[in-house]
């Protein structure tokens, strides 16, 4: 009986060490401005963030973090529905690595603008269209500390 209350309490204080790193939509996917043209001229960029949390900030700063997005995606106004065509990140790897306890990271979404308003009304088309993406990462371990 002894051993099994200390294993236990081993286990318990072990699940204490181990720090989590949490990720969640801190604002969805926008357009800024319709009007503007922006990286090309059939494209809209859509801007959003999400927030990098972690509770360990001892073993969690400098790990990597890589982001996977889905290879499609929809924005909705309510009334009429377009489909996202690309997802991006600043960086070309859509990677981060952990620099502080909480960081804010933008994301963008690429929309074509002539599939908009494709073959609908005006009434329909128009108001602010607002998306979420499901997030899909991997963590890595720090480089400096031996990991891969």
């Known amino acids: 009986m002894k051993k099994i209350l200390w294993l236990m309490g081993i286990c318990f204080i072990s699940s204490l060490a181990f720090g989590e790193v949490h990720i969640k939509i801190h604002e969805p996917i926008r357009f800024k401005d319709l009007n503007t043209r922006s990286l090309e001229r059939d494209y809209l960029v859509g801007e959003g963030s999400f927030e990098v949390y972690t509770d360990n900030e001892k073993e969690d700063i400098g790990k990597k973090i890589v982001f996977r997005f889905p290879e499609v995606g929809y924005m909705t106004n309510r009334k009429n529905t377009i ?14 690595i952990v620099s502080t306890k909480r960081e804010i990271v933008k994301f963008y979404a690429l929309v074509n603008r002539r599939e908009i308003g494709k073959n609908k009304e005006p009434k329909i088309v ?6 979420y993406v499901p997030l899909i990462f991997s963590l890595y371990e720090n480089i400096n500390r031996g990991g891969k």
Request: charged fraction near 40%; aromatic fraction near 10%.
């Open 126 to 131: 128009e108001g602010e269209y607002v998306g």
């Open 83 to 96: 489909k996202i065509d690309k997802y991006s990140m600043e960086t070309d790897e859509n990677s981060m």
